[in-house]
């Protein structure tokens, strides 16, 4: 019996930025000018077009799962290992986390149940159609052009360059660090690349790559204290980073941390870090928002 993709042991996220920081890369350079915009930058297709996976695991038939539990495993023939961002197969309609199911040959065994569309992100999830990120006869921010890149892969191009030298944005063969005890960035690693430079691996899913990016690379335009207008509920061991809107001294959560979605980008101001010992931010509580920076936004 072999498990399958079993999550490798998670790092605080401060450990990762004290690595980051050891290298002496310096800071990020900010992006070049663009020309003004000739037409309106849109979404031209809904992002994803199909049903993809939120979070590497198994995509299973929630249904098959009901009734799994850590002592009453469910055998589910079905079930298919997925890497997040990957198009679910025909039959299978959520995503299992690695550590939920064992290959056991003919089958998988689920220890856990799951409901429909959990761990994933639905048809334009994170854009709908026609979604406009930037008006003709302006300059298209960094952001916007982010957005508009088309996912995960159409970032690298736009991030490379406003990355500090030094750093290589790609596989990681040497990890020091294997993954983040952060959601929803738990995918990143960073160590060394083949050729033995610095390396840093974001993850698959677009809203956690560039959340990832932003948390341990971007300057931070500042940091304000906030009050929290809506109740977060977070995970007790793990850092939860939320993009919120910042009005008024009010900050508003504009995504659950394991459901983060590129639309968020467009209202977001900065993001709120929930450390891993709380369980949660209470509507009212006081918060620290870390602002984006100015020339990536605009």
Excluded: N
Excluded at 125 to 145: I, K, N, S, W
Excluded at 223 to 248: E, M, Q
Aim: negative net charge.
């Amino acid at each position: 019996m072999t498990v399958f993709a079993q999550r490798p042991v998670l790092s605080p996220l401060a450990e990762a930025r004290a690595w980051l920081g050891s290298l002496g890369l310096g800071a990020a350079p900010p992006p070049a000018p663009t020309t003004l915009l000739a037409e309106d930058l849109v979404v031209r297709a809904p992002l994803p077009p199909l049903p993809t996976a939120r979070r590497s695991g198994w995509a299973v038939a929630a249904e098959a799962t009901l009734g799994a539990a850590p002592y009453s495993p469910v055998p589910v023939p079905g079930a298919r290992p997925v890497a997040a961002g990957e198009a679910l197969a025909a039959g299978t309609d959520a995503v299992l986390p690695p550590e939920a199911a064992t290959d056991a040959g003919p089958w998988v065994e689920v220890t856990a149940a799951i409901a429909p569309g959990e761990g994933v992100v639905q048809p334009g999830g994170h854009f709908p159609e026609d979604q406009v990120l930037a008006r003709a006869g302006t300059e298209p921010t960094l952001l916007a052009r982010l957005l508009a890149s088309g996912g995960a892969e159409g970032m690298l191009p736009l991030l490379r360059p406003v990355t500090p030298e030094g750093l290589s944005l790609g596989p990681v063969a040497c990890p020091v660090i294997a993954g983040l005890a952060a959601r929803p960035i738990e995918d990143t690693a960073l160590g060394h690349d083949e050729e033995g430079r610095p390396a840093l691996s974001l993850p698959t899913d677009p809203a956690a790559r560039l959340l990832a990016w932003l948390a341990l690379l971007a300057p931070a335009a500042g940091r304000v204290d906030a009050i929290l207008g809506r109740k977060l509920v977070s995970a007790v061991g793990l850092t939860d980073l939320v993009p919120v809107r910042l009005a008024d001294g009010v900050a508003t959560p504009l995504a659950a941390p394991d459901s983060p979605s590129l639309s968020a980008f467009l209202l977001a101001s900065g993001w709120i870090e929930v450390p891993p010992e709380s369980e949660g931010v209470r509507e009212g509580g006081r918060v620290t928002v870390t602002l984006l920076p100015s020339w990536l936004s605009g």
